[in-house]
């Protein structure tokens, strides 16, 4: 069985490959040096995946701010449709008031 550095092409690693890689070496009791010899790696490549792991990670900590959501866009014959639908029911509103107030009236008088 021949290991990635004997055949003398460079191996290109998938990021989940490069995930499990790196998970692997942070175990507490791992033994880098075999486990990356087993991957055919440099101490050099595992660095480089180390600095790929943190720069993602900050990345997707940035991305995720607490607090405020970003709004979304609403397509504008949606915001239309809505803003009408508003309109009628807050004319329907005002009519109901009116014939409260109507109502109510006509309750006080007698």
């Known amino acids: 069985m021949t290991t990635p550095q004997s055949t003398g092409k460079r191996r290109h690693l998938s990021a989940e490959e490069k995930w499990r890689i790196y998970q ?5 009791e791992a033994r880098i ?6 991957h055919g ?3 050099s490549d595992l660095q480089k995946i180390r600095r790929a792991v943190e720069s993602g990670a900050l990345e997707a900590l940035q991305q995720s701010r607490p607090g405020r959501k970003r709004q979304t866009h609403v397509p504008k014959d949606v915001y239309d449709r809505l803003q009408a639908d508003l309109r009628e029911k807050e004319q329907t509103l005002a009519e109901m008031t009116v014939l409260f107030m109507a109502l109510k009236k006509k309750v ?3």
């Open 24 to 28: 692997e070496c942070q175990q507490p």
């Open 41 to 43: 790696l440099y101490a």
């Open 108 to 110: 006080n008088w007698e």
């Open 33 to 38: 040096g075999e486990i990356l010899r087993a």
